[in-house]
């Protein structure tokens, strides 16, 4: 199919080793990550942005941003990835990894706190690995590229008191409560959307107050995909079809790996959710994307 629609997915982690045909260390299939770039295009994706998790992942989130026109990434620190700063000149590395980016890296990040997943870094980790990044917005002029979960409002009192030090953020697959998205509103910040901010009626509930003018549209692929079990899915009505990875089709999706062409689906959602068409959200979000990052459109 061809699309008139013009689709930003801030969240596509195309670096991820199952775009590489790797799933639990095993070899399924071949790399497919321009099969899976082209078929989003199809549907109208015309721009892409990685996150980088730690040094080593925002270095390989480059490699894949260098591979053709319209893919970008950040470089940062997530919180979950916290533990793995491992020497005081860490973040001189991130610096200097922006700088040799050619303009490939378009926000610092993926970096904030979450408190959800203490298994992976603790939360001393995570308050100690969150600041040094507005030293980075602070040094580069970039935007930040922000994520929190469940934080009982610490990480919106680190950014309010860091607000003077960043031009402009992204909180991107949330799924907080009203009172944590009119916060960050109130910082002047945009709201991310994906399949996980769509789980329950709540969270729908939710994005109706977010403002389009503040909102862009991912996938946090390949994870975050819109289930069934979604109270959103019934506001689909584009689908795909999907083989298992050992029985890999470039024809098909593989299930249980989300991809960025299902950005179509979240559009249609959310648009249904807002009552506005779905040419009105893809254009306002595009735009809101390229403005914060400083692209064309």
Known sequence: MSSKLRLFDIAANLSDKTYQGIYNKKSCHVNDTIHVINRAKQYGVDKFL??????????????????????????????CLATTIDSDDYFDKLHNLINESQGKCIAVGECG???????????????????????????????????????????????????????????????GDINELRDLLSLDLYIGVNGCSLKTQENIEIVREIPIEKMMIETDCPYCEIRKSSPAYQYIHTHFQYKPKEKYN????????????????????????????????????????????????
């Open 50 to 79: 990685l996150a980088g998790g730690n040094l080593k992942q925002s270095r390989k989130a480059l490699d894949v941003a260098k591979m053709a026109e319209g893919l970008y990434c950040t470089v940062g620190v997530h919180p």
């Open 250 to 297: 470039p024809d098909f999706l593989i299930r249980g790996r989300n991809e960025p062409c299902t950005i179509i689906q979240v559009l249609q959602a959310v648009a249904a959710i807002k009552n506005i068409s779905e040419e009105m959200l893809a254009e306002v979000c595009y735009q809101n994307a390229c403005n914060l990052f400083h692209l064309s459109t």
């Open 113 to 175: 706190l979450d408190y959800d997943r203490f298994h992976f870094a603790d939360k001393e980790s995570q308050l100690k690995a969150f600041p040094p990044h507005f030293d980075l917005a602070e040094k580069t002029g970039l935007p930040m590229y922000l994520h929190s979960r469940n934080t009982n409002g610490d990480f919106v009192n680190i950014v309010r008191n860091n607000r003077n030090r960043f031009s402009s953020a992204i909180v991107h697959s949330f799924t």
